[in-house]
């Protein structure tokens, strides 16, 4: 691994797309540009999002650089968490097996189910009646 290196991943979860690049460095992660404690603001999506670092125990040897769009707190931090899994697998490939036991290699497929016209809803009904 070169210090100039940097290692790339995406990640996708519902309609939230995250670019991640990986670069040798002290732990430091920047998300669009802010700080990551102030872009996932909870302390359940920052845990969520940085999952793969600490399965691997990686936390203080990359500086990260996210890009994330679209879709919403929790699926912006789920497509991190599934690009930073992958960035991880460019560095070391032996990574795998205990990245996928935790399930963070997974593409979460589950979206939104669309809205069907003549309903409400995507499954609500308007109330049935018979006269």
């Known amino acids: ?53 600490r399965i691997v125990g990686k936390q203080k040897d990359f500086d990260i650089q996210i890009t994330v769009q679209g879709g919403g707190p929790n699926g912006q931090a789920s497509a991190v968490r599934h690009a930073i899994s992958r960035a991880l697998l460019q560095v070391d490939a032996n990574l795998r097996p205990a ?22 809803g995507a499954r609500r009904r308007f109330q049935f009646s018979k006269r």
Do not use: W
């Not at 070169?2 to 002290?26: E, H, N």
């Not at 036991?101 to 016209?117: F, I």
């Open 1 to 53: 691994m070169s210090s100039s290196q940097a290692f790339l991943g995406t990640g996708r979860r519902k309609t939230a797309v995250a670019r991640v690049r990986l670069l040798p460095g002290a732990g430091n992660i920047k998300v669009n540009g802010s700080a990551f404690d102030d872009y996932f603001a909870s302390e359940e999506l920052q845990t969520h999002a940085t999952e793969p670092l």
């Open 99 to 120: 990245l996928k036991e935790k399930g963070c290699l997974t593409r979460d497929p589950r979206m939104r189910e669309r809205k069907k016209s003549g309903q409400p």
